[in-house]
């Protein structure tokens, strides 16, 4: 879909994003770790989407056993290639 | 100063996270060659990360891109880094880069990878803000239209031509990696690095870093020359003298001067001195 962005890869140790046009915030998780690391990477997620000044977005992560140095990379990524597809 | 250069593909998490421990003296993280184009957001986003939140224990580096400086220097900022490799350096790309250092004082390692670099060897050996020059010889080998050859002739004039300008500048003179995969063909060419007076070389992969470092590092035999040389030269005063036969004169002891500083360096006259014991 031409409003959709990805970023990263299914690598081990990667993550794939994605992010697409929504009324709302959205976070759709996908990870193979345990239940404690689910919210964990939810909430650096949320954190990242908020610091970047994003209030309305879905987000698909589909994690692949990354470090957080990784998620928030491959996020900020999507956000500004989002940015720049719909801001122009 | 360092023996080995790891490069790290700047856009594989899991090789920037495995990076440290293959105990290279320094980290090269790579955002040119090893990027594709449309993945170069997303490494300067990783790089970053990785440095801000991981710091090496080694000195590291960034390879930038000489034709996106500014999109790459700005995810620079703020990162604990030693410095910054300029690869197709030249005058033109080194005054590009020093706009965007802004006073920033981190070590420049210049990449000679084409031709007209070559003919502008020594401008970029002298200028201040540059610590070394890495020979580039894949790229150079293309741009020469040579091909690589077992006894390394299509590099060595440009290998010798780049140790000239190091040394005569008192700057880092840093060999090509070895870019294929036979171990047979990564022994002669590591010899032939150390004998032909490199500080370093690059390596491409981690299993070539244990013997980069060996090789680079002084073995116990020479220390022990080197330290007879010295030794008898600080007790008799002498500059010229023989010793077990072999005629000893200034440039004699001055290279064993600095092979005991190497040695030094890389922790090997403890282990020489443990041997004793």
Same mark, same amino acid.
Do not use: C, K, M, W
């Given at each position: 879909m031409k409003e959709t962005v990805t970023t990263g890869s299914?690598?081990?140790?990667d993550c794939l994003i994605r992010l697409e046009p929504s009324e709302q915030l959205e976070i759709d998780l996908e990870t193979d770790v345990h239940e404690a690391f689910y919210e964990h990477i939810h909430t650096l997620i949320s954190d990242t989407l908020e610091e970047m000044g994003v209030q309305s977005v879905y987000v698909r992560c589909k994690d692949q056993g990354a470090l957080d140095f990784t998620i928030r990379a491959r996020l900020i990524a999507a956000i500004e290639r989002y940015r720049e597809l719909h801001d122009g | 100063m360092a023996r080995s250069y790891l490069f790290v593909p700047g856009n594989v998490p899991r090789m920037l996270q495995h990076a440290?421990?293959?105990?290279?003296?320094a980290l090269i993280f790579d955002?040119?060659?090893?990027?594709?184009l449309e993945e170069k957001d997303e490494a300067r986003q990783l790089v970053r990360s990785f440095l801000q939140t991981h710091p090496p224990s080694q000195p590291a580096y960034v390879r930038v891109n000489a034709d996106a400086l500014a999109r790459d220097f700005s995810i620079l900022d703020?990162?604990?880094? /030693?410095g910054v490799v300029l690869p197709k350096a030249s005058i033109q790309t080194l005054a590009s880069l020093r706009e965007q250092l802004d006073g920033e004082e981190w070590s420049v390692l210049a990449l000679v990878e084409t031709p007209s670099a070559f003919l502008e060897l020594s401008d970029l050996a002298r200028?201040?803000?540059?610590?070394g020059l890495i020979l580039g010889g894949v790229d150079l080998r293309a741009a020469l239209h040579a091909h690589p050859t077992e006894s390394g002739i299509e590099l060595l004039y440009a290998r010798s031509r780049l140790l000239m300008a190091a040394r005569a500048y008192g700057i880092e003179a840093i060999d090509t990696p070895?870019?294929?995969?036979?171990d047979a063909g990564f022994e002669t060419d590591l010899k032939r690095s150390v004998a032909l007076g490199f500080d370093a070389k690059c390596a491409i /992969?981690?299993?070539?870093v244990p013997p980069l470092n060996a090789a680079f590092t002084p073995s116990q035999e020479r220390i022990r020359e080197a330290r007879r040389i010295v030794e008898r030269h600080e007790q008799?005063?002498?500059?010229?003298f023989s010793l077990d036969g072999r005629m000893v004169d200034r440039p004699v002891l001055e290279e064993a001067k600095q092979l005991l500083e190497r040695a030094k360096r890389y922790k090997a006259l403890k282990k020489e001195a443990d041997d004793a014991d």
């Open positions: 299914l690598e081990s140790s | 440290e421990v293959f105990e290279a003296d955002l040119e060659d090893a990027v594709s703020g990162l604990p880094i /030693h200028d201040p803000g540059v610590d070895y870019a294929e995969s036979d /992969h981690p299993n070539q008799t005063g002498e500059v010229r």
